[in-house]
């Protein structure tokens, strides 16, 4: 069984990506009326040959998502002592999960691995540059900056493994929007653990962008991981599965550095709020940018169950933390929606003046700039 929406609530007005939207403003459903059937759980899959790149890259990011608030609901459900709380996270989380797997199934069945892992990695490049060209605070743009070079590294790597073993040229499927060549070689990827862990932001002082950007390239970074991690002991041959296993420790170090951002001083009531909020930010913003009118019925239809589970996250936060949510988010109209253009540009940029840095403790160097006992 699913949840979901019928009629829609949604005070929307087409053409303007900049628009104000604030979710708590919209009249949530009853999510205790929404069960239905299976079939709408397995919808129609995109055709890899036909369908734009960047809608490929909205599916990953919303199944990201979709993996990020499954897992932290999990987690605040075994630190959670009240049981008629934990039957509201199970409640929701029922309904995440039906949203992940609509998500996995928007993928063809004739779209292999390795081709699907393009588009993890195109994702990776075109949303952290995306970000980064945005992001006000100068420690998380750095950080963003930082990995963009590793994972664009990454793609160029996998294309290789694409072209090597299947003679598909990667370039056919990312489109003429993401260029495919070497950056930070991935040998210098490999660091000393400590050198992850940044400085936290403080949410109470972040600006919504910053505090957006910290969650959403955190999600993103750990569906990668997730998804090599599983992939790496599957992988047909030995190089790849090498290849795999290399870049998914990589992955590891990413997931790290973006996690530390996140602001450690949220209670769990108030992380499941941000949560929500920003799945609703993130469904909005893929509803905006959608081309593909199927996909986009689809974004829409799981923006109004995020609107749901975000009042009743509202619910519980009043009940539960004795807070609003104007406490915790105080001004709920939606900041710039994310939309993806090519950054190849802004890519270029980067590689030319930090294609050197590492990372060191809280920052980034020049590695010719360490001491040599660094």
């Known amino acids: 069984m699913i949840f979901r929406f019928f009629g ?29 059937d299976w079939k709408t759980m397995y919808p129609q899959s995109y055709s890899k040959n036909d369908v734009s790149p960047f809608t490929k890259l909205r599916c990953i990011l919303t199944n990201g998502a979709e993996y990020e608030a499954v897992w932290f609901s999990h987690q605040f459900f075994r630190h959670c002592a009240d049981n008629d709380l934990r039957r509201e996270l ?17 993928k063809p069945k004739d779209e ?20 980064a060209m945005r992001e006000p605070d100068k420690r998380v ?36 929007l993401t260029e495919i060549m070497p950056a930070r ?5 490999h660091r000393y653990p400590k050198d992850e862990v940044k400085k936290p932001v403080d949410f109470k002082k972040a600006s919504p962008i910053t ?38 420790m990589v992955e590891e170090q990413h997931v790290s550095q973006y996690g530390s951002l996140m602001d450690v001083k949220q209670s ?16 909005y913003s893929c509803y905006k940018d959608e081309t593909d009118k199927h996909i986009k019925k689809i974004w829409e239809t799981c923006l109004l169950q995020e609107i749901a589970h975000l009042h009743k996250a509202a619910e519980c936060l009043k009940k539960y933390g004795k807070k609003e949510w104007q406490e915790v988010i105080p001004d709920g109209n939606f900041p710039e929606l994310l939309a993806f253009k090519s950054t190849k540009n802004y890519v270029r940029d980067v590689i030319a003046n ?8 809280e920052g980034y160097v020049c590695v010719n700039d360490l001491d040599d006992s660094a």
């Open 8 to 36: 829609n609530n949604i005070k929307i007005k087409e053409g303007d990506i900049y628009m104000t939207f604030n979710p708590f403003e919209q009249k949530p459903e009853n999510i205790e009326k929404l069960f239905c």
């Open 185 to 189: 070689p991935t040998i210098t990827h």
């Open 354 to 361: 930090t294609v050197c840095n590492t990372a060191h403790r």
């Open 90 to 106: 199970a409640l929701i989380r029922k309904s995440e999960q039906a949203q992940q797997k609509i998500g996995a199934c928007l």
């Open 141 to 176: 743009k750095d950080a963003l900056d930082f990995a963009l070079l590793e994972d664009f590294d990454h793609l160029y790597r996998y294309a290789d493994l694409l072209d090597m073993e299947h003679g598909v040229h990667a370039e056919n499927l990312v489109g003429d």
């Open 268 to 283: 769990w009531l108030e992380g499941w709020l941000c949560h929500e909020y920003t799945e609703c930010y993130v469904y």
């Open 211 to 248: 505090k957006l950007d910290v969650a959403i390239i955190t999600a993103a970074e750990q569906q990668t991981m997730n998804y090599y991690m599983n992939q790496c002991g599957f992988y047909e041959t030995d190089l790849g599965r090498r290849l795999y296993q290399e870049i998914a």
């Open 112 to 131: 292999t691995v390795l081709e699907t892992t393009i588009g993890y990695e195109q994702l990776a490049v075109e949303l952290t540059a995306m970000l």
